[in-house]
C-alpha cells in the first residue's frame, strides 16, 4: 500500500526547494522533544530544549533557509521507513544502483541517558552500510530561534559546533567535514551557512553522527551502541508486549496500529511535568496555501484528557495519574472563570499568537504562528472534559484528596451558573460565541461525573442544586439543540440546520442511550452530510470567522466508528474503521486532518486526537467482538 520512494540527484534535500509530503515523516523524541526526519534522510523540525521552544531545524517550514541535518545518498536511490519493532527508534533504509544503507534515529530518553547531564538532548544518527559500496551526502545547516539567527560553524575537539547568540549545537563524529568558510570561495551568504562531507562507506561499515544541544559527547562508538541498547529496551518495557491469554485490550488486525498510536502519545507527554502536547510541531496547514496555520505545541485540557483515557486503557496508568495531578493543580490555580483551555508544557498560562514573516510556511502556506490565542477563548465544554478525565482516572487507582474536592466543587458549582451562557466551543471558532449543543452536554457530564463522585466516595456536595441543573441542561438540549426536521443534534441553538460531528459523542459521555433514536438519528446525519465515501468526516456544517477550506478531521471518524459501535452497528463501524485507517501514514501515523480528494494528510503531525481517536475506536471493536463472544466481565 505505501511503496517506496524514489529520488533522484535533484531531490537531494540540500537543493531541492521543494516540499515533502507530510505522511512521509517519521518522528523520534525524548519526552521533552520531538524531531521530524524525512523518508530522504533529512531532520526537518526541531525544537530544543524543549517542544515548544524555537527551532534548530525549520525547513519544514521554510525550504530555502529554515536548516536541517540530512544523510543522503548522493545518487537516485529508494527510500523507506520502519520503526523497530514497538520503539520510537526509526530507521530510514535507502537502496541504490550500487548499495544499500541504513540510517537509525533515536533519542535517549532521562532514564537512558547514562547519569550523563542533557545526555538526553541529543539526536543519535547511526549509519549502517547493509551492502556497498554507497555514497551518502551529508549537510548540517543549523539555524537557531526559528531560522532568525544564522549561526557561526567551526571545527571543535570532536567535530563541528554551531553557535547563536545564546546557545550552541555540537555535531560529534569521526567524519572530517568540510566547513562553507574554508577554502577560495567566498563566504557563504547569509542563511547559507552550515558544514556537510561526501561519505563512501563499504559494505559492513558503520558511521556515527551525535548532534548534541548545548553540549558535546565524544565519538564513542562502543557507548553509542549501549545507549541505542537502553533505548530500545526502554521503549519496548513501556510498550508491553501482549500476553497470549487474550488479556490483550486491542487484539487482531488493529493490535499494532493502536500500539503505535499509544507510542507516538507517549512522545507528546513531557516527562517533567506529565503534560501532553497537542503536537509537536507548528502551523502545518488545514489547507495547503491558506492561512488555517496553528501553534499546536501545547497543552490542551481537553486533548490530554482523552489521552490519559486512551492510555490508560491500554495499560499505561502511570501517565494517567500524572495528568490527574496536573489537572488538578490546573483546577486548583484560582477561580473556575479563569481555567484556560490551553497553557504550555511546564504550566504558563500567557501564550501570546505572533507571526513569523520570514518563514514562508509549509508549500507557502502563511502565516506562520508561534503561541496561540486560544487560551484566551471561553470555552464550556473543557470543564467537562476535566472533571470527565478526573473521574476517568480515580478507576485506576488515583484519589480526589480534600483539597481536589474543593476545587471540582468550585467548577462545578460555576457550570451551573454559567452553562446558559454561549462560548466559542470545542471548535474554537473565531467568531461570534453561539450556544454550541456540544458545550451544554459536556456541561451536563461535568455535573454528572461530580454527582458520581458524591455517590462514590464520602465527599458532599449541593446535590440537589447540581441535580437540577443536570436536569435543566438535559432538558434544554433535548427541546432546543435537537432539530425534528434533521432527525439530528444540531451544531447550536441559533445554528439549528447545521450538523456538528463533536455530537456524536453524546453517547459516549452518557448524556443519551447509543439505541436512543435521537442518537440514530444524528448517526444517519452525520453519515449522510459530513461523511464522505471514503469515511472521510468533516467537523460542522457554517462558518468559524475564517477564510478559506480545511481538510475533513480524523478524529471526527473515530467518533463516528465509535458511535455506530455503541449503537450495535457493529459492521458499519468496522468497515468505516478500516477505510479510514488507509489514510494512516506508513509509520502508523496520523495529522490533524486528511484532505478529501487526495487523501494527503494536512495539518499539524502527528496530531494527538487523531491517533487518540484510532486507540478509541479499537478499543469500542475490541469491546464490542468481546462482548458477542461473552468474553466480558460486564
Not at 115 to 135: F, M, Q, S, W
Not at 330 to 354: F, K
Not at 366 to 379: F, K
Not at 559 to 573: F, K, S, T, Y
Request: aromatic fraction near 8%; proline fraction near 6%; charged fraction near 30%.
Amino acid at each position: 500500500m505505501h511503496p517506496p520512494t524514489t529520488l533522484g540527484p535533484g531531490d537531494d534535500p540540500s537543493h531541492d526547494p521543494e516540499y515533502k509530503p507530510i505522511g512521509e515523516y517519521g518522528v523520534v523524541g525524548n519526552l521533552e522533544t520531538v524531531a521530524l526526519i524525512g523518508r530522504d534522510g533529512s531532520v526537518d523540525w526541531w525544537c530544543v530544549p524543549h517542544v515548544e521552544s524555537p527551532s534548530l531545524f525549520a525547513r519544514l517550514l521554510d525550504a530555502e533557509s529554515g536548516g536541517h541535518f540530512a544523510i543522503t545518498p548522493a545518487r537516485s536511490f529508494e527510500a523507506s521507513q520502519r520503526y523497530l519493532d514497538r520503539t520510537n527508534v526509526l530507521q530510514t533504509r535507502f537502496e541504490t544502483a550500487s548499495g544499500r544503507a541504513t540510517v537509525t534515529d533515536f533519542m535517549p530518553v532521562p532514564r537512558t541517558a547514562d547519569g550523563v547531564e542533557d545526555a538526553h538532548r541529543t539526536l543519535y544518527r547511526k549509519v549502517d552500510c547493509d551492502d556497498g559500496p554507497i555514497e551518502l551526502d551529508v549537510r548540517f545547516e543549523p539555524r537557531f530561534d526559528y531560522a532568525r539567527t544564522t549561526p557561526s560553524v567551526e571545527r571543535s575537539n570532536h567535530g563541528v559546533a554551531a553557535h547563536g547568540d545564546d546557545e550552541s549545537a555540537f555535531l560529534t563524529s569521526s567524519v572530517e567535514f568540510d566547513l562553507d568558510e574554508e577554502g577560495d570561495d567566498a563566504p557563504p551568504a547569509p542563511g547559507e551557512a552550515g558544514t556537510g562531507t561526501a561519505l563512501t562507506m563499504a559494505e559492513g561499515e558503520t558511521r556515527w553522527f551525535v548532534l548534541g544541544y548545548d553540549r558535546e559527547l565524544p565519538d564513542r562508538p562502543a557507548e553509542h551502541r549501549r545507549t541505542l541498547d537502553d533505548v530500545v529496551e526502554y521503549w519496548r518495557d513501556w510498550a508491553h508486549e501482549c500476553p497470549d491469554d487474550g488479556t490483550c485490550p486491542i487484539g487482531g488486525p488493529h493490535h499494532d496500529l493502536a500500539v503505535r498510536s499509544a507510542l507516538a502519545l507517549k512522545l507528546l507527554i513531557h516527562a517533567d511535568t506529565g503534560a501532553i502536547c497537542a503536537a509537536p510541531t507548528t502551523s502545518l496547514p488545514e489547507d495547503i496555501g491558506g492561512v488555517r496555520n496553528w501553534d499546536y505545541r501545547y497543552n490542551w485540557i481537553r486533548d490530554s484528557a482523552f489521552t490519559v483515557q486512551a492510555l490508560a486503557e491500554l495499560g499505561h496508568v502511570e501517565e494517567a495519574k500524572a495528568y490527574f495531578e496536573l489537572c488538578l493543580s490546573h483546577c486548583s490555580r484560582g477561580p473556575p472563570a479563569n481555567i484556560q483551555p490551553v497553557y504550555g508544557l511546564h504550566g504558563h498560562d500567557d501564550l501570546p499568537e505572533r507571526t513569523l514573516d520570514h518563514l514562508a510556511g509549509y508549500r507557502n502556506s502563511s502565516p506562520v504562528r508561534i503561541g496561540n490565542a486560544a487560551h484566551e477563548q471561553r470555552q464550556l465544554d473543557i470543564y467537562g472534559e476535566l472533571i470527565v478525565g478526573v473521574h476517568e482516572t480515580t478507576r485506576y487507582g488515583a484519589e480526589i484528596t480534600d483539597r481536589a474536592w474543593e476545587a471540582i466543587r468550585d467548577i462545578v458549582d460555576y457550570v451551573c451558573d454559567e452553562w446558559h451562557r454561549p462560548d466559542v466551543g470545542i471548535w474554537e471558532v473565531r467568531d461570534d460565541p453561539q450556544n454550541f449543543v456540544y458545550s451544554k452536554v459536556m456541561c451536563w457530564a461535568a455535573i454528572d461525573r461530580a454527582l458520581r463522585i458524591v455517590d462514590e466516595t464520602d465527599y458532599e456536595g449541593p446535590v440537589e442544586r447540581w441535580r437540577d441543573a443536570r436536569a435543566e441542561i438535559k432538558e434544554t438540549v433535548l427541546e432546543e439543540g435537537y432539530s425534528d426536521e434533521l432527525d439530528s443534534f444540531v451544531r447550536s441553538f441559533e445554528a439549528d440546520d447545521q450538523l456538528d460531528a463533536a455530537t456524536l459523542r453524546i453517547p459516549m459521555v452518557g448524556f443519551l442511550s447509543p439505541d436512543d433514536e435521537r442518537v440514530q438519528g444524528t448517526i444517519d446525519a452525520v453519515s449522510d452530510r459530513l461523511t464522505t465515501d471514503d469515511g472521510l468526516v468533516e467537523r460542522f456544517e457554517g462558518d468559524d470567522g475564517l477564510p478559506g477550506e480545511e481538510g475533513a478531521f480524523v478524529v471526527c471518524s473515530f467518533w463516528l466508528v465509535n458511535a455506530l459501535a455503541l449503537a450495535g452497528r457493529d459492521d458499519e463501524a468496522r468497515d468505516l474503521f478500516e477505510d479510514v485507517c488507509e489514510f494512516v501514514s506508513p509509520l502508523g501515523l496520523l495529522s490533524e486532518e486528511i484532505d478529501r480528494e487526495t487523501g494527503e494528510l494536512l495539518g499539524n503531525y502527528p496530531q494527538a486526537f487523531s491517533q487518540i481517536g484510532l486507540i478509541n475506536g479499537a478499543l469500542a471493536l475490541e469491546d464490542n467482538t468481546a462482548s458477542r463472544s461473552g468474553d466480558t466481565d460486564g
